[in-house]
């Protein structure tokens, strides 16, 4: 590893100096319970005093129920949200925002300065990254230039589609969460899906399995921890199954990744073995839905941001100093809400 990741991290401040809470936001946070959970937890190993506050759409948002503050905000794909997004931060002086949602990290990213000076620090990648990376072509391209083995991939549109080999595989070069991502095994698909899938890229159908990365970053972009974990079982394109494995050329990829972005925050990093070689596809510039297993390794990434937020002394083991073989399974839970319950959420509409 690079000389100035290979050590154990250190801040100097104690949790007796802090006096001003440490107000965190979380947008468009819906089912990341998890999450949220974990965070409060580290609230409470730190000893820090703070509030978690929770922005979404819909007032049945399962991470509203956890949440000391919900504010119900208008649709992000409208002028009126970047407006409300600073209100919040101005009205629960938040100290720092994270994106829970791939659509929320262009737009966070294109208005830092508004947010910022509301108070608020933003982890998200600088604007012109937030672009690249919201983009699975021009993902594709960065890759390639960092000198990295990619899937081949083509735009729909590209006549070399008529003389390719099947299986490949069709997705919208801005998608989100699995939606509009189909196998094709003919042309007759392929004639199909583009058609059906709006601006897309065709990829070849790479044999996996796929490695899922998570690199945490400070938002001073310091790299802090790279978790790898193969996905065994997804569902709504989010894992559902999962363990941590390590493979040193994937992790000094990630290095080299949140360097060249830079990273500001935690991001996501994707990959699929081919011939037992990573082949690099996606990033999302937020925390990952598979986090937990991580956090459950020993990465405790909210603890380790909460510290560096604050200022206070904590302990960063090295990179890839994690619990290897841990499994992950998950499941469904329920919250359960009255009439006026529901009515009080819906409120606090900004």
Not at 3 to 29: C, K, M, W
Not at 73 to 101: G, N, S
Request: hydrophobic share 45%; aromatic share 8%.
């Amino acid at each position: 590893w690079p000389r100035h990741h290979a050590g154990v991290y250190r801040h100097e401040r104690q949790a007796s100096d802090v006096t001003a809470p440490l107000n965190i936001l979380f947008t468009s946070a819906g089912r990341r319970v998890e999450l949220v959970r974990a965070f409060r937890r580290a609230y409470q190993a730190l000893g820090l005093d703070g509030r978690i506050v929770i922005t979404d759409i819909d007032p049945l948002a399962p991470t509203a129920q956890l949440a000391d503050r919900f504010c119900l905000v208008p649709r992000i794909d409208t002028p009126d949200y970047i407006p409300a997004l600073v209100e919040v931060c101005r009205r629960e002086r938040i100290a720092a925002v994270f994106p829970l949602h791939d659509h929320d990290i262009p737009v966070l990213a294109q208005h830092r300065a508004a947010l910022e000076a509301a108070g608020a620090r933003i982890a998200v990648v600088p604007a012109e990254a937030a672009r690249l990376v919201t983009d699975k072509w021009k993902t594709i391209g960065f890759f390639r230039d960092l000198g990295l083995l990619t899937p081949a991939s083509w735009l729909a549109d590209d006549p070399a589609l008529d003389c390719v080999t099947y299986p490949l595989f069709i997705k919208p070069r801005c998608g989100s969460a699995g939606i509009g991502n189909f196998k094709l095994t003919s042309p007759r698909d392929l004639a199909f899906f583009r058609e059906v899938v709006e601006n897309a890229l065709v990829q070849e159908f790479l044999p996996g399995p796929e490695i899922t990365c998570d690199v945490i970053c400070d938002l001073n972009s310091k790299l802090l921890a790279v978790v790898q974990r193969q996905r065994i079982e997804t569902r709504a394109g989010e894992v559902a199954k999962a363990v941590t494995v390590y493979h040193p050329q994937i992790a000094d990829a990630c290095v080299r990744i949140a360097q060249a972005l830079p990273a500001i925050g935690p991001i996501t990093v994707q990959c699929m073995l081919k011939d037992g070689s990573p082949h690099f596809t996606e990033i999302n510039a937020r925390f990952g839905g598979g986090l937990p297993l991580g956090i459950a390794a020993g990465a405790d990434s909210p603890r380790w941001l909460l510290a560096r937020l604050a200022g206070l002394s904590v302990d960063i083991p090295p990179l890839g100093t994690y619990a290897q073989g841990l499994y992950m399974t998950r499941y469904d839970d329920s919250f359960f809400l009255t009439q006026d319950e529901h009515e009080r959420l819906g409120r606090d509409r900004l």
